[in-house]
């Protein structure tokens, strides 16, 4: 027990001396004010906190109940213990429904008093160091939740700053991009009317060039999305003959050029879609089944529709994907440990699914893979007939099987 400071409300002087002697021969450390009246009492109770309060009830003028009355509503935290009358249960009782700390009858055996007192003291004092420690906590949390505020706030402006940086980025490496790009198909042009061998060096520059194009345009797509700017211009379409010319496109313009088993494209399939952000996912989804196969591996290109959607799909006999792993090739930046591109470049981000799902899911529609290690993988896509474009989709964990 820690230094404690009492109070003895009493009218009996023989009383007011004997009690503070008892406690100060027993209990270490206790200073004791006493008050021969309420009103005195009620005086000092208002000027410091006490750790125990002792009252008489029986007073003249104010009683102990009245005075207890008070004690609850200027310090409620204070334990009261108020002396009855032997036998008094009566008032006993009412001074526990008052809210006493405890009741000591007359004539006071001195142990038991001091005991009763010490338990009061005790509980006052750990009622006070809890009080503390909390108040200790709340400011150790408000101040936490100030470092986290201002940290959250940080974030957010290099997040902004970042995704400023990358629209920019992608933005001005675009626009050489493409010159170079015009400037490079004019010089084959020439040299291909110019009969000149130098044809063939050219087609490796042109493939880097379509390489880099692909990377600028996903971060360019990654910008837009994290900005929230990421929307589609659907419109009516004819998708069977879309998906051909972009075969088509995708085998010329590959090097060395990939079979691609078209067999499988059902005619007329008329379908509202983004032709630009459709055309992004397919040839991600070819650049990806030839990425990951062998050096001339057919591809398996269909496209079928019923009543509400058409579905594409697009196989390969490549390396395939561990069954563990597939939920994670949707998300940002994943690459598959270890897997090493077959064909073609290596360049990648770990990107084009994660837009592609995006895309796809702006569609209203989905995507879903099957994939066999060392067998291959299946990419399919599902969309509906009728543009159903989702602003902002959640991203959703993505079917696969
Ligand atoms: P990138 O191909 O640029 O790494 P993607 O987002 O297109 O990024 O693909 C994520 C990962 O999924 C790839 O790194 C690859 O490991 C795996 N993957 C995608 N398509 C295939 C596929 N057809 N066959 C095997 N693995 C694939």
Same mark, same amino acid.
């Given at each position: 027990?820690? #230094? ?31 008050? +021969? ?6 005086? &000092? ?13 029986? &007073? ?16 409620? +935290? ?22 006493? !700390? ?6 006071? %055996?001195? +142990? !038991? ?36 505020? #201002? ?10 700053? @970042? +995704? #400023? ?72 379409? %004819? ?10 496109? !995708? ?39 030839? @990425? ?23 196989? %390969? ?16 930046? !994943? ?39 060392? @067998? ?26």
């Amino acid at each position: 027990m820690t #230094e404690a400071h009492i109070l003895i409300v009493d009218d009996d002087t023989a009383l007011l001396q004997a009690l503070p002697q008892a406690v100060s021969l027993r209990l270490k450390g206790v200073r004791v004010d006493i008050s +021969d009246s309420a009103l005195a009492a009620l005086a &000092m109770v208002q000027e410091r906190e006490y750790d125990a309060i002792v009252s008489d009830i029986k &007073m003249p003028g104010m009683d102990g109940l009245a005075l207890l009355a008070h004690i609850r509503e200027f310090c409620p +935290d204070t334990p009261t213990l108020l002396i009855t009358g032997h036998g008094d249960h009566g008032l006993a009782i009412q001074a526990l429904r008052g809210g006493a !700390y405890d009741f000591i009858q007359k004539p006071i %055996d001195r +142990d !038991y008093f001091v005991a009763a007192l010490r338990r009061a003291i005790q509980t006052h004092q750990l009622r006070r160091q809890v009080q503390e420690q909390q108040a200790a906590l709340e400011r150790h949390a408000q101040s936490l939740e100030r470092v986290v505020q #201002e940290r959250t706030r940080e974030l957010v402006e290099a997040n902004a700053a @970042k +995704d #400023e940086f990358l629209s920019m980025a992608s933005h001005e490496l675009r626009t050489p991009l493409s010159s170079l790009k015009g400037m490079t198909q004019l010089l084959h042009r020439r040299l291909i009317r110019a009969k000149s061998p130098e044809v063939s060096s050219l087609v490796s520059m042109e493939n880097s060039i379509r390489r880099m194009e692909v990377l600028v345009n996903d971060l360019l797509s990654i910008s837009f999305i994290e900005m929230g700017m990421f929307t589609l211009h659907c419109q009516l379409y %004819d998708v069977s003959d879309l998906c051909r010319r972009l075969v088509d496109e !995708y085998v010329a313009g590959t090097n060395p050029a990939p079979v691609v088993d078209v067999d499988g494209i059902e005619s007329g399939v008329m379908a509202e879609i983004d032709i630009e952000r459709f055309g992004q996912v397919v040839m991600n989804l070819l650049s990806n089944a030839r @990425k990951y196969s062998k050096v001339g591996t057919p591809i398996f290109f269909s496209l079928r529709y019923d009543e509400e959607t058409f579905t594409l799909t697009i196989r %390969d006999s490549g390396v395939g994907i561990d069954p563990e792993l597939l939920p994670h090739i949707f998300e940002r930046f !994943y690459r598959v440990p270890g897997v090493e591109v077959q064909t073609g470049s290596s360049v990648g981000f770990g990107l084009g699914l994660y837009i592609s799902q995006q895309i796809v899911q702006r569609h209203g529609g989905r995507i879903h893979v099957e994939s066999q290690p060392g @067998k291959g993988s299946t990419f399919g896509v599902t969309i509906p007939l009728v543009c159903q474009e989702i602003h902002h989709a959640q991203e959703e964990p993505s079917e696969t099987s």
